[in-house]
């Protein structure tokens, strides 16, 4: 059974850092990515990586976020650095495959940001 697992989450100072990871089971990814959604909004897309290690960042995390993965362990890793209250989300790991054709996402975890 296929399943992404986040955590790292939490309530950090406007400034500060947090690493969320996600760990998956069930089966190995091509592509994995984070996503976060705001109270009240849609869900947007924060960086990818694909299985060969390309990755890429969106430009309102361009300088502070960082994406990672470790194959080995079928994780997933996002580094925030200088947060402030608009990265406040709920963070979701999305996995994918092609071959079979799978997508999969995870539950969530709350970061909070205050001022």
């Known amino acids: 059974q296929v399943q992404l697992v986040e955590s790292g989450g939490g309530l950090v100072q406007a400034g500060g850092s947090l690493r969320l990871s996600c760990a998956a089971s069930g089966r190995t990814f091509d592509d994995m990515d984070w996503y976060r959604q705001a109270p009240g909004k849609q869900r947007e897309l924060v960086a990818t990586?694909?299985?060969?290690?390309?990755?890429n960042v969106v430009d309102f995390a361009m300088c502070r976020f960082t994406i990672s993965r470790d194959n080995a362990k079928n994780m997933l890793y996002l580094q925030t650095n200088h947060l402030n209250p608009a990265d406040t989300a709920v963070y979701y790991c999305h996995a994918a495959t092609k071959y079979p054709l799978l997508d999969s996402w995870g539950q969530g975890t709350q970061v909070t940001v205050t001022p």
């Open positions: 990586t694909t299985r060969g290690g390309t990755t």
